[in-house]
């Protein structure tokens, strides 16, 4: 199975907490944007976040990679206490595909994919074009999608 994970940061070394998730799906990468800076999402005051898309092909059950991306915002010391707040890590499972290049969709009080908001984040979509400029998302092009948004993100 194919999978887009969007990584973020915005505490402590960010970019050594993106580099932690790099390391730990290194056997699966097949393809890692450049990290992007991009201003704060939600509406909360905070630094910017340091972005990056990473597209890995792993063979655990979307269950179980949430499980992995989870396990690494804890050893980061993740706090969820304000939603899009400070984060020391962020993993997001942005996008799914099974072997033959189909989307796949879950929806579990746990986990929805692709991620519900994807779509409104150009901090999502423009490393995610840098990767794989033939990316869709939900049925259309990431390019389309990515032309429609005006937030700025630049390579950090």
Not at 1 to 30: K, Q
Not at 82 to 107: F, H, Q
Request: glycine content about 6%; some cysteine; hydrophobic content about 40%.
């Amino acid at each position: 199975m194919r999978a887009v994970l969007s990584t973020g940061s915005n505490m402590e070394d960010s970019r050594a907490h993106l580099a932690a998730v790099e390391e730990e799906f290194a056997d699966e990468l097949i393809a890692t944007s450049t990290v992007y800076r991009t201003a704060p999402w939600g509406g909360v005051d905070q630094d910017d976040f340091f972005n990056q898309i990473l597209i890995v092909d792993v063979t655990e059950s979307p269950h179980e990679l949430l499980a992995r991306c989870q396990r690494l915002e804890q050893e980061a010391h993740r706090v969820r206490d304000i939603r899009w707040g400070p984060r020391t890590l962020d993993v997001d499972i942005v996008a799914l595909y099974s072997d033959n290049g189909e989307e796949i969709t879950v929806d579990t009080p746990d986990l929805t994919v692709p991620h519900p908001r994807a779509h409104e984040r150009a901090f999502v979509l423009v490393p995610w074009l840098e990767v794989d400029g033939a990316a869709r998302l939900g049925g259309g092009g990431v390019d389309k999608l990515a032309s429609a948004l005006d937030d700025e993100v630049t390579p950090a």
